[in-house]
Nanobody, 111 residues
Framework: QVRIVESGGGLVQPGGSLRLSCTASGINFKGKNMAWYRQEPGNQRELVADMDANTFVNYPDFVKGRFIISKDDARSTLYLQMNNLKPEDTAVYYC?????WGQGMQVTVSS
Protein backbone atom coordinates (compact mmCIF):
# COMPACT_ATOMS: atom_id res chain seq x y z
CA GLN A 1 0.00 0.00 0.00
CA VAL A 2 1.25 3.49 -0.85
CA ARG A 3 2.20 5.65 2.12
CA ILE A 4 3.30 9.30 2.04
CA VAL A 5 4.45 10.64 5.41
CA GLU A 6 5.43 14.26 6.06
CA SER A 7 7.49 15.61 8.96
CA GLY A 8 9.38 18.73 10.02
CA GLY A 9 6.69 21.38 10.41
CA GLY A 10 6.39 23.68 13.39
CA LEU A 11 6.87 27.19 14.74
CA VAL A 12 9.82 29.36 13.71
CA GLN A 13 10.75 33.03 14.10
CA PRO A 14 10.99 35.36 11.09
CA GLY A 15 14.37 34.91 9.42
CA GLY A 16 14.67 31.35 10.67
CA SER A 17 14.77 28.05 8.80
CA LEU A 18 12.89 24.76 8.64
CA ARG A 19 13.42 21.56 6.68
CA LEU A 20 10.35 19.59 5.64
CA SER A 21 10.58 15.90 4.73
CA CYS A 22 8.25 13.65 2.76
CA THR A 23 8.97 9.91 2.78
CA ALA A 24 7.26 7.56 0.34
CA SER A 25 6.78 3.80 0.42
CA GLY A 26 4.95 1.37 -1.84
CA ILE A 27 5.83 3.23 -5.07
CA ASN A 28 8.83 3.64 -7.34
CA PHE A 29 10.42 6.90 -6.19
CA LYS A 30 12.52 7.56 -9.30
CA GLY A 31 11.42 9.21 -12.54
CA LYS A 32 8.35 10.98 -11.15
CA ASN A 33 7.18 14.56 -10.93
CA MET A 34 7.32 15.81 -7.34
CA ALA A 35 6.39 19.09 -5.73
CA TRP A 36 5.59 21.06 -2.61
CA TYR A 37 2.40 23.10 -2.23
CA ARG A 38 1.00 25.27 0.54
CA GLN A 39 -2.43 26.56 1.50
CA GLU A 40 -3.58 29.35 3.81
CA PRO A 41 -7.14 29.51 5.17
CA GLY A 42 -9.39 31.15 2.58
CA ASN A 43 -6.80 30.85 -0.19
CA GLN A 44 -6.21 28.42 -3.03
CA ARG A 45 -3.48 25.81 -2.74
CA GLU A 46 -0.37 27.21 -4.44
CA LEU A 47 2.79 25.68 -5.84
CA VAL A 48 5.93 26.36 -3.79
CA ALA A 49 8.55 24.23 -5.56
CA ASP A 50 8.49 21.78 -8.45
CA MET A 51 10.81 18.98 -9.56
CA ASP A 52 10.10 17.21 -12.84
CA ALA A 53 10.88 13.59 -13.72
CA ASN A 54 14.36 14.60 -14.90
CA THR A 55 15.03 16.45 -11.59
CA PHE A 56 14.84 19.93 -13.15
CA VAL A 57 13.45 22.34 -10.58
CA ASN A 58 11.36 25.48 -10.73
CA TYR A 59 10.25 28.01 -8.09
CA PRO A 60 7.71 30.82 -8.05
CA ASP A 61 9.15 34.29 -7.44
CA PHE A 62 7.85 34.57 -3.88
CA VAL A 63 10.16 31.76 -2.67
CA LYS A 64 13.01 31.90 -5.20
CA GLY A 65 16.37 32.25 -3.49
CA ARG A 66 14.95 31.17 -0.12
CA PHE A 67 13.55 27.64 -0.65
CA ILE A 68 15.30 24.57 -2.09
CA ILE A 69 13.62 21.34 -3.21
CA SER A 70 15.75 18.19 -3.24
CA LYS A 71 15.44 14.44 -2.87
CA ASP A 72 17.31 11.37 -1.63
CA ASP A 73 16.44 8.34 -3.77
CA ALA A 74 18.12 5.91 -1.35
CA ARG A 75 15.73 7.06 1.38
CA SER A 76 12.74 7.67 -0.94
CA THR A 77 12.49 11.11 0.65
CA LEU A 78 11.65 14.53 -0.77
CA TYR A 79 12.85 17.63 1.09
CA LEU A 80 12.00 21.31 1.22
CA GLN A 81 14.65 23.49 2.85
CA MET A 82 13.10 26.83 3.80
CA ASN A 83 15.42 29.70 4.71
CA ASN A 84 14.82 33.34 5.67
CA LEU A 85 11.21 32.57 6.52
CA LYS A 86 8.63 35.36 6.54
CA PRO A 87 5.28 35.63 8.35
CA GLU A 88 3.51 35.33 4.99
CA ASP A 89 5.03 31.85 4.60
CA THR A 90 2.66 30.65 7.33
CA ALA A 91 0.48 27.90 5.82
CA VAL A 92 -0.19 24.18 5.69
CA TYR A 93 2.45 22.55 3.49
CA TYR A 94 1.77 19.46 1.36
CA CYS A 95 4.13 17.24 -0.62
CA UNK A 96 3.02 15.70 -3.92
CA UNK A 97 4.52 12.61 -5.53
CA UNK A 98 2.95 11.75 -8.90
CA UNK A 99 -0.69 11.52 -7.87
CA UNK A 100 -0.24 11.11 -4.11
CA TRP A 101 -0.43 13.77 -1.41
CA GLY A 102 1.12 13.98 2.03
CA GLN A 103 -1.12 14.65 5.01
CA GLY A 104 -0.09 18.30 5.34
CA MET A 105 2.00 20.07 8.00
CA GLN A 106 1.43 23.39 9.71
CA VAL A 107 4.29 25.88 9.38
CA THR A 108 3.92 29.03 11.46
CA VAL A 109 6.34 31.95 11.16
CA SER A 110 5.90 34.36 14.04
CA SER A 111 7.84 36.24 16.69
Amino acid sequence: QVRIVESGGGLVQPGGSLRLSCTASGINFKGKNMAWYRQEPGNQRELVADMDANTFVNYPDFVKGRFIISKDDARSTLYLQMNNLKPEDTAVYYCYIYGYWGQGMQVTVSS
